[in-house]
């Protein structure tokens, strides 16, 4: 199979269980929010750590561990990440679906807003339309909510924020999971003895399945992450850009579909717009992308007929 190809099928097999989370989250009940999250950091750890040891690969502990810069930032990103999985998993536990999904609808205008604020990039006038719709689908579904979209926004922003980091550390996604879920191991067992000490933890009073479920956790955590790194150094950005609106689609698909989540016509409008603002997002970054090909064509051809 052609290498591209592969990276597409993991690309796909990564969004397409990021969007079926919320069928999973909801089977970890009377878990709350909080443990499922904990059980969630330590069983990652145990799985990833597995990878790494059938793979035989740990030179890269010594040379990450004279790089403290790299530590920092993937301390900072196990922080981002924790916000992020404990609102996701608060939000589909809670019946908040859909507004899940409008923040991973979202992120990709987010990522650009960073990238103007905190990189001072120069943004093309489809990207400020983009942008600019985003912000008014925000405004139209607050008037729905009757609020802030919190959770939407905090998704989008912590995982913005994460990827943001994780281009500045540069560590493969294995090992970069590996630090994170490290860092996150002493505050996690530490809240499961705490919930253990009050006689509040569920994990071994639930049956083996829901305990099983639990462990679970950590593999379906580590899996996707795995696989998008994979796919991550096969495919084209571009590319990856596309394939990254599979797992919303599937978790708006969760929340209307299986959930039943209300979705009012004022709700439709605002998640309308927003898909018109991913619309005019896509259809610029893929002229972008074709432009940039042909320069590059351009300029081999230029070398070749110099030489």
Known sequence: MPDLRRGVLFGVAAYTMWGLFPLYWPLLKPSGAVEILAHRMVWSLVAVGAVLVVRRH???????????????????AAIVVTINWGTYIYAVNTGH????????FINPLVSVL???????ERLRPLQWAAVGFGAVAVLVLTLDYGRLPWIALTLAVSFGV?????????????????????????PALGYLVFLRASGEETFPHQ???????????GIVTAVPLICFGAAAIRVPLSTIGLLQYIAPILQF????LIAKETMPPSRWIGFSIVWLALAIFTYDSIRAARAAA???RSARTLDHVVT
Not at 58 to 74: C, F, G, H, T, V
Not at 207 to 217: D, I, N, R, T
């Open 58 to 76: 740990w030179s890269w502990i010594r040379e990450l561990a004279r790089q403290p810069r790299k530590l920092a930032l993937l301390t900072l």
């Open 97 to 104: 679906v859909v507004e899940s999904a409008l923040g991973y």
């Open 114 to 120: 960073f990238g103007v604020v905190l990189l001072r």
């Open 162 to 186: 994460y990827g943001l980091v994780k281009k500045k550390a540069n560590v493969a996604a294995t090992e970069g999971l590996a630090v994170e879920t490290l860092v996150l191991l002493l």
């Open 207 to 217: 049956g083996v399945g829901h305990a099983v479920l639990l462990v679970g956790a």
């Open 253 to 256: 698909a969760c929340g209307v």
């Open 294 to 296: 042909r320069i590059r």
